[in-house]
Structure formats: C-alpha cells, structure tokens
C-alpha cells in the first residue's frame, strides 16, 4: 500500500517537539485503547482499521493541536464502530473528551441521514455541523478524519457514493477549512475532490501540467533566482519558493473564464516569506521593477486582512518571454496562520482554551447563535460568512471596515456603533446620497447621516446582510414592541375603565391595579398592562371583579359612504358593515386583506403582513374576511423622498411622478444642514401595483435617496381600537 504505516512513537516525538509539557500518558491510553476497540476490524483499503486512526492523530499534530484533540482523533470512532459505550469511554479518559468524541459521532451520524439528501440539504448540514461543535476542536478533528478519508476514497468501489463524499467535501468542509483560515487543509481537500467530481478534466489538467513542468522547471529556477539576488542586493532576508497552484483553483479559474485545459499559461506562483512587514512592501516594489505588473491584479491584505485573518501581498506579473505569474509576499508568522489558520494559535496554555483565537471562535458562535428563530436568515448569514468575499469600506476618516458582499449602509451604520444604526437616516457613498439598500462596494468611502428622531424600522431586517446588524435591529424592535404593547394595554384599559365608570388614575391611587396585577400572577403593573396590549388578557374580564355599573351596550354600527372617492371594502356576508383601513398599514387594493372588529368603530381592514395583525394584539375571534370591492377609486398615499439638494430636484421629483401617470396633492419640502433635502408628497394612486410604478419611477431619479410609502415612522406606531 505504498505509504509506511503510521508509528504511535512517531507520532509522539512529532508531538513532543512542538508541545514539551505534552501528556504523553493521555495519549498513549487513547492509542491502546484504540487499538483494543478496534482490533480485527479492516479498512476498505486492507488496511488494519487502526490506521484511521493513527493517520488522523497524524494529521492534527501535523497542525500542531494540543493533546486533547489528538487524543480525541485517536478515539474518534468507538462510539460509532465499536462495542465502546460512552459510559466506559468517560470512565477513561473523562468527561470532556467523551463528549468530543460524542459530538464527532453525532455529525457521523447526520452525514449518512443525509446521504440520499438533495443538495440543497448541505446547508442544514453545515449548520447542524457547526451548531455540534461547542468546542472548535470538534470541527478540527472532523476536519482531519475528513481529509484521511478523502486521501483513501479510491479504495471505496462505488462511483456513486465516492462522489457523494467528494461533493460534501466541496460544499461543506473546503469551506469550513477556508473560514478557519486552514489554507493548506482546504487546498488537499479541494484536490482530492476534483479528482472524484471531475476525473477526465482532473487527468487532462494534470497531464498538461505535467507536459509544462518539464519546461516550467527551468522557468522556476530563473525567476526564483533572479528574486533571491535582488532581495539580496537590497539587504532583505527573504525565501523564495516556487510551485504550480494547486489543480482546483486552476480548474476554477478555466471555468469561470470558459477556458479549455489546453490554454491554460497562468499557472506559476511564487511565495516569498521576508523577515519584517517593510520588508514585504519594499519586496513588493522591487518584483514590480522587475517585472510589469497585470493592473487589479495587486492585493493588499497586509494593511486589511481578510476575515479569516489571511495577511499577504499578491501581485501578478508579466515574467520573462511573457509568462505570467503570481506572487505572494509575507512574514513568516503571516505564512503560518495562511497555511494553518486557525491551528496556527491553538496550542494549549495552562489548560486554558487560547484567547487569541477568541475572535475566530465568536465568528462560528455568533452564526450559530442569534438565528435561533429564522432558520433561513442563518442560512443565509452562514452562505455569506463562509465565502466570505469581502468589500472593503472607509470612513470619511480613512478607518477601514470589511464587510461580506452586499453589506448595505445600515450593516455599514451599526458596525460604527449600535447608536449610529438605532439613528441612521441617509448614507452618501463616495459624497453622494444613496439609497440605504445600496450595496457596499471596494474602496467605496461611506458617510452615515444620523437624526436624534430616527428609529430603526422593519425593513432594515431585509435591507441588514451581517449577523450583527440584524441582531441588534431585531433587539430594538422586540424592545419596542414590549413598550407599545404597555402603551396599548394602557390605553385598552383606560377605555374599558371609562366605560363601566372608573379611572384609571384612582385603580392605581387606590392600589386596585396592583392587587389585580398580583391576581393574575404579574409581579409588575407594565407585565400586566403589555399582556393586555399583547391579547393575552381582556380588559374587560380583568376589570369584572370590581365593576360597579353594567356595562353599556356596545354602540350600533352605522354604514358611512366611502368619502374621498376611497375604495370600498367589504366584510364579506355582511355588505352593511362599516369598515376603515388601519393607519398602521394603510392596505391598498392590490394587497392581501384581513379585518377585526373594533369598538364601536366598525371593522378595521390591515394589510395581512401588517406586523399588528401578526403580533395577534386582537383576539382571534374578532377577525372576519374581508375583500376589496367592486368599484376601485383613487387613494391618498403618503410618500417620503429623501433627495441630494441641488437646482431641479422639485422639478424632477414632479416629472417622475407625473411620468407614472399620476398626481400630486401636496407636497412640503425641507432641506437640512446635511444638504439633504426631504419631500414629504401625497400622490393619488389606484392600488399596490399602481404605487409600485410611482415608487420605482422616482427611485431612478439621479440623486434621489430613499423613497418611503406610506405612513411614517410615527404613524406606524400600534393603532388599537
Ligand atoms: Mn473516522
């Protein structure tokens, strides 16, 4: 089988040379009792099953992981293929390593549930995968029984499950071992899965490669040479090496660029490790006075890191006889965390879990905590953090912040400070006013204009990409709503109170409330009050135990004429209802509709995704269907257009309104110190779509910011009748 055997005592000098205080006892329990557990059983591969093992402790020393996690990779696979229980396994080695081991068995056991899954299932897999692991050396030993697994998934006879296992290597752990900044582990992986994903483009590319080596070999050397001399004539202390790229990032770049593997010529790259970061960027001019660089071709993750902490300087260049080639520049402790990432730092200290790696680590808990509630919102966080293509930002005061792509200015805002976000009301680009939900690009400078009367609204959910944005945007409105929903219940109960001749002030004065509070099992007035604004609680029965007076009687209903040449909406088996639209929502024909029965009011009709309906604050029993009628007038929407102040806006904001076949009411115009104008219009439309058309024709308007429809901030606020 070729490659030597694995020696436990290899792996243990392996060990020791890098960890003096090393277990050494721990470890060799864990082997012994894994090559017990395992006796007998055989690989595909004829090997002795042991070899698993071995080779995967092998693997985490090669990243220099601390006893604990090799001792774990030793283990591994008992729970799952041995007559191994946990309650021996803990009675061994303990708690802590058992449930590693547990967790490992846990996502084993996820993989063959969803080994007759669609594709689409990878990413709830990721997820499970990344939830299981409390401890990130979970992630690490799966990472290292993955790569042993795809360096011996030739043995496996079946196409169909080899490719499986390749795909899932694609889609799910290349990416992991990129986000941990593990470079080398996540090249082999890629590797090996072309090779089972793609065979025929695999050996073409190699045998290509193959076929250039041979000239490529003397090429190396001259442009290897030629960098060593010059960094030696300037005094810097530098390595130089040479290689082809590995094959999947070249087949990448083939596909991306419809190129066939025959034409492949930019295939070359060098890496120079320097001693100091001035010398990275002095080695940088010197390559690029040798060589004419490729223009958008030059990186600097030096001054901005990537979010996995990759630090370097690419460049490409155009060599000798035209050969294009790339070069990476580096220090050698910027090499390590490339090739090892998050291994790099992990070596154990006083039995302490290393700080360093703290901000790695609250990248995987903030994605799997804080999206508990939307599964799709994780999922989406979790697409974008594990590519992470980042856009780099400025601030007018040149701080730099990177963001995934598509950030918008509201993730730019709260990034700032939770403050800025609560308050955010514009952002200009590059000095000129966008709208909010435009995305971030490189290098753009982003300036965030901010108002003391501003609140954080729901749509900012949609318009938010990063995990920190959202959480805080849905913190706030989740606080707010327990205020208004107090406000409401408040209000509900004043009413209630009025009517069966009581006051709100005197239940309070006399105490009545709180004792009615305490009744109901509210340690706090505002407890009691929010459950009545929520529903939860009816005024009226709350209030029945100290009503001196009957109740009157609820008022008749009376049809009123639709006025203002509004719509007509229907409650539907009762044609002489009254009905209104809600002020929170302001439903448009066109819209999905529901309607609840008020007070004494009639029925008020709310969009159906008007967050009022779906918070339940009114009891079920008093919805009824409603539906739009049959003769569809005009409606008065509100708009707020929030515009770069400069000569001809008012005409052009009147054009584009009139372009979409529609008029202005009114209309009050405001500049502010920002040089931001805002127009605050009433334009008559005929429902949803019409709106849409007016909206969409003032949003292509050169200079215009946001456009708002409907009811502002304020209005917004919880109608409870
Ligand atoms: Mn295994």
Excluded at 11 to 31: F, G, K, P, W
Excluded at 353 to 372: C, I, K, N, T, Y
Excluded at 466 to 487: F, H, M, P, Y
């Amino acid at each position: 089988m070729g490659e030597p055997l694995p020696r436990f005592e290899d792996i243990l000098e392996q060990v020791s040379a890098y960890n003096a205080t090393c277990d050494e006892d721990l470890l060799r329990r864990a082997y012994v009792y894994s090559a017990m557990a395992h006796k007998g059983q055989v690989r595909v591969s004829g090997e002795p099953y042991l070899v698993h093992p071995l080779e995967v402790a092998r693997i985490l020393a090669d990243m220099h992981l601390d006893e604990v996690a090799i001792a774990t990779g030793l283990l591994h696979d008992l729970l799952e293929d041995t007559w191994v229980t946990e309650t021996e396994l803990e009675s061994q080695f303990g708690e802590h390593i058992t449930s590693l081991v547990k967790a490992l068995t846990k996502i084993s056991s996820m993989e063959q549930s969803f080994a007759a899954r669609q594709a689409a299932q990878a990413e709830t897999f990721r997820r499970m995968l990344l939830a299981s692991a409390q401890d990130l050396r979970v992630i690490l030993v799966k990472l290292a029984d993955r790569l042993h697994n795809m360096r011996t998934l030739h043995f496996l006879p079946e196409e169909a499950r080899r490719r499986r296992i390749a795909g899932e290597t694609l889609e799910i752990y290349a990416p992991i071992a990129h986000r941990l900044g593990m470079g080398r582990i996540k090249a082999e992986l890629e590797d090996l899965a072309l090779e089972q994903m793609h065979p025929e483009e695999h050996r073409q590319l190699l045998d290509q490669l193959q076929q250039r080596e041979e000239n490529a070999g003397e090429i190396i050397e001259e442009i290897r040479t030629t960098i060593g001399r010059i960094l030696q004539e300037h005094s810097i202390q530098g390595d130089v090496h040479g290689r082809i790229k590995h094959l999947f990032s070249i087949w990448t770049k083939l596909r991306r660029q419809g190129i066939g593997v025959d034409r492949i010529y930019d295939f070359l790259a060098f890496r120079i490790i320097v001693d100091t970061v001035p010398h990275c960027y002095a080695a940088l001019g010197l390559i690029h006075q040798l060589w004419r660089p490729v223009p958008g071709r030059i990186k600097d993750y030096i001054a901005m890191p990537k979010a996995n902490a990759y630090q370097s300087l690419h460049t490409s260049v155009i060599g000798p006889k035209g050969q294009p080639f790339e070069v990476q520049i580096r220090t050698r402790d910027m090499d390590e965390i490339a090739e090892r990432g998050i291994a790099a730092h992990w070596l154990y200290k006083e039995g302490k879990a290393p700080s360093e790696d703290a901000e790695r680590v609250a990248w995987l808990r903030s994605l799997v905590e804080g999206h508990q509630e939307n599964p799709r919102d994780f999922l989406n966080a979790l697409k974008l953090n594990l590519y992470p293509e980042e856009v780099y930002t400025f601030t007018p005061k040149g701080e730099v912040f990177a963001f995934p792509r598509g950030a918008t200015p509201v993730d730019f805002a709260f990034r700032v400070h939770t403050e800025v976000g609560h308050h955010l009301v514009g952002a200009r680009i590059n000095g000129r006013l966008v709208p909010l939900r435009t995305p971030l690009s490189n290098g753009d400078i982003v300036e965030v204009l901010t108002s003391a009367n501003q609140v954080p609204s729901r749509d900012w959910l949609e318009i938010a990409v990063t995990a920190r944005a959202k959480n805080k945007i849905r913190s706030w409105l989740n606080r707010g709503e327990k205020e208004q929903a107090v406000d409401a219940g408040r209000r509900l109960l004043e009413r209630e109170a009025r009517k069966v001749g009581l006051a709100l002030k005197q239940l309070r004065e006399d105490n009545t409330l709180g004792r009615l509070a305490a009744e109901h099992g509210f340690g706090r007035e505002d407890d009691l009050l929010a459950a009545i604004g929520f529903g939860r609680l009816s005024p009226r029965e709350l209030l029945a135990p100290v009503v001196r007076t009957e109740p009157t009687l609820p008022q008749p209903m009376r049809q009123r004429p639709a006025k203002g040449g509004e719509a007509i909406i229907v409650v539907k088996g009762q044609r002489d209802m009254l009905t209104f639209r809600a002020q929170c929502c302001s439903p448009l024909p066109g819209d999905e509709i529901v309607g609840y029965i008020t007070r004494g009011r009639g029925v008020a009709v709310h969009a159906a995704q008007c967050p009022n309906v779906r918070k339940l604050l009114f009891t079920p029993e008093r919805e009824v269907e409603v539906e739009w009628g049959g003769d569809l007038g005009a409606y008065q929407v509100p708009l707020h257009v929030t515009f770069e102040d400069r000569p001809g806006m008012l005409a052009a904001i009147s054009q584009a309104v009139t372009s979409a076949d529609t008029n202005i009411r009114s209309c009050h115009l405001a500049t502010d110190e920002h040089q931001i104008g805002t127009a605050d219009l009433v334009v008559d439309v005929h429902g949803r779509d019409h709106l849409e058309r007016v909206v969409g024709a003032l949003r292509r308007v050169p200079g215009i910011g946001e456009v708002e429809a409907g009811p502002s901030q304020q209005a917004r606020r919880l109608q409870l009748m």
